[in-house]
């Protein structure tokens, strides 16, 4: 039985080379990938096209629905209007892609609408919270010194952890007290931090400096963990380091 070529589980593979193409992520391509595949899981389960010609708004609105009311195999909860969302904007895109390619004539979500999502309150540690935290690591030793810089940086900027993980010492301007920030999709930003962020960094290198493991890597120190009390795994790059 020879592969139909119209199925959006070939096309996807199609799509993700065009993405290879435009230098996205692993990550970001594996993301589509997964979602595309749930979907037509979804249409295959329902008796429904898979090819993408026959696919219409219908199916489509269906399966954002079905998503809706959905329970969490973890929880048991509905899935969150943001999952849906979510699967809503990648199947968006590899439509665009399939109507660009003239693999389509008509796009199904020509004139749909997202489902929205509720405005939610982004939960902020109390300055207590913080201040505990930061008590857990008011050492001198090299962990201490790293890990209080790092609750400082995130304290200061709000960059998130993947932005942090991979900074190198050249990002940091203690001329103008900011760092560079590589956000996503390779966009820079410059995030300023305060005077004690400034001290916590400047007390960190001068440890680092001293680093056995310094020595055989100029870019910084190698590490598994931004101190294991985060179970956060960091690059090696500014925060490298051996307990």
């Not at 990550?27 to 595949?37: A, H, N, Q």
Request: glycine content about 6%.
């Amino acid at each position: 039985m020879g592969m139909d070529l119209d199925d959006i589980r070939e096309l996807a593979e199609d799509f993700a080379t065009e993405l290879r193409r435009k230098n996205r992520s692993p990550k970001t391509i594996d993301g589509y990938l997964t979602r595309i595949r749930y979907f037509a899981d979804f249409l295959q389960a329902k008796e429904l096209p898979t090819e993408a010609p026959e696919i219409t708004r219908d199916h489509i609105g269906a399966y954002i629905e079905d998503l809706l009311t959905r329970p969490n195999q973890r929880t048991g909860e509905p899935l969150s209007p943001e999952y849906a969302r979510g699967q809503y904007r990648s199947l968006q895109q590899f439509f665009k892609y399939l109507t660009t390619e003239e693999i389509i004539e008509v796009n199904p979500f020509d004139k749909m609408s997202p489902p929205a999502v509720p405005e939610q309150k982004v939960p902020v540690p109390s300055m207590d919270a913080v201040k505990a935290l930061l008590a857990e690591c008011d050492g001198v030793e090299f962990v201490d010194r790293r890990d209080n810089a790092i609750i400082r940086l995130f304290a200061d900027t709000g960059m998130r952890c993947g932005e942090l993980a991979p900074l190198e010492v050249d990002s940091l301007d203690f001329n103008e007290n900011t760092v560079l920030v590589i956000g996503k999709g390779g966009r820079p930003r410059t995030c300023p931090f305060g005077d004690k962020t400034r001290t916590a960094l400047r007390r960190y290198l001068r440890v680092r400096a001293k680093h056995s493991g310094a020595k055989n890597d100029p870019t910084g120190i190698r590490a598994n963990s931004a101190g294991d009390r985060y179970r956060t795994t960091m690059d090696p790059m500014l925060w490298r380091g051996h307990r």
